[in-house]
Nanobody
């Protein structure tokens, strides 16, 4: 059974950086799965931030991120990362990674295609 475990969240000052990790277990080849990162800010709906497509690893980002976040994957560690820079108080929330069953060629930052979800890691941006 595919499982995802996020880590790396914490408290950071505005302007700081964090790197979130999503360890994916229960898969043979990580590049068969689209992996996405999502955020739920307090009182708001779940928001898609970024994703990485199967096979060719094409990446996609929400326009609202303004180039501050970078998604990457490490096959050897079965891990997908979200490097976050120039963090703002509005980035506060619980961050989730999710995986989509093999099938689609390109990933999406929509919630619906994703079949497996991690438990989330909390990020707080505050001075």
């Amino acid at each position: 059974q595919l499982q995802l475990v996020e880590s790396g969240g914490g408290l950071v000052q505005p302007g700081g950086s964090l790197r979130l990790s999503c360890v994916v277990s229960g898969v043979t080849f990580l590049d068969e799965y689209a992996i996405g990162w999502f955020r739920q800010a307090p009182g708001k709906a779940l928001e898609g931030l970024s994703c990485i497509s199967p096979t060719d690893g094409e990446t996609l980002y929400a326009d609202s991120l303004k180039g501050r976040f970078t998604i990457s994957r490490d096959y050897a560690k079965n891990t997908v990362y979200l490097q976050m820079t120039r963090l703002e108080p509005e980035d506060t929330g619980v961050y989730y990674c999710a995986a989509e069953r093999p099938g689609d060629y390109y990933c999406s930052t929509d919630v619906d295609p994703y079949d497996y979800w991690g438990q989330g890691t909390r990020v707080s941006v505050s001075s």
